[in-house]
């Protein structure tokens, strides 16, 4: 059965950095887009940015110039790296990565349990 851990969060002051990393396993035959989302206290969800396996990325822009999003396929870890934290970045940061599994014909989105990133001095 295929898992995803996140890890990474925790609190941070603002203007600071953290690396969230989502590390798939289980019987992996290959990972298409893997992304990132949040959701922040007490609103909906939102899209990040997402990578596909041949590394091209797309960014929300809130945080353009900001995130990073990286990956190695060879680890099926997915990384975000975010710079120049602010208190609206708070939130709770889900990866999902679309896995196609061993003997399996189509590809299925599986998410995170989420990890807690608090931005605050």
């Known amino acids: 059965q295929v898992q995803l851990v996140e890890s990474g969060g925790g609190l941070v002051q603002p203007g600071g950095s953290l690396r969230l990393s989502c590390a798939a396993s289980g019987s992996i035959a290959s990972i298409y887009v893997m992304g990132w989302y949040r959701q922040p206290p007490g609103k909906q969800r939102e899209l990040v940015g997402t990578?596909?396996?041949?590394?091209?990325?797309i960014y929300a822009d809130f945080v353009k110039g900001r995130f990073t999003i990286s990956r190695d396929n060879a680890l099926n870890t997915v990384y975000l790296q975010m710079n120049s934290l602010k208190p609206e970045d708070t939130a709770v940061y889900y990866c999902?990565?679309?896995?196609?599994?061993?003997?399996?014909?189509?590809?299925?989105?599986?998410w995170g349990k989420g990890t807690l990133v608090t931005v605050s001095s």
């Open positions: 990578i596909t396996r041949a590394g091209v990325t």
């Open positions: 999902k990565q679309n896995i196609l599994e061993s003997g399996v014909k189509w590809g299925m989105d599986y």
